[in-house]
């Protein structure tokens, strides 16, 4: 499903464009795709924690090691 986010939609256009333009591989659009997970990983956070009771400090913290690290251990 199409992001309605303006922002996120902008940088998958610009990473569709820059694949039809054969530079797909380029440090650049690693970086739009980069932006582009970030993005789309920041709505799914939020739509979770909306909807979600409140967490226990203990929880809160767990997640920000996890966003961290990257480490799920």
Do not use: F, H, W
Not at 4 to 14: F, M, V
Not at 23 to 50: C, F, H, T, Y
């Amino acid at each position: 499903m199409p992001s309605k986010n303006p922002k996120a939609r902008s940088l998958a256009g610009q990473i569709a464009v820059a694949y039809s333009r054969g530079k797909g591989d380029s440090p650049a659009v690693q970086a739009l795709q980069r932006d582009l997970r970030a993005l789309n990983l920041e709505a799914q956070v939020a739509r979770v924690v909306a909807q979600a009771p409140p967490l226990t400090d203990a929880q809160v913290a767990r997640i920000v090691d996890l966003l961290v690290s990257g480490d799920p251990a």
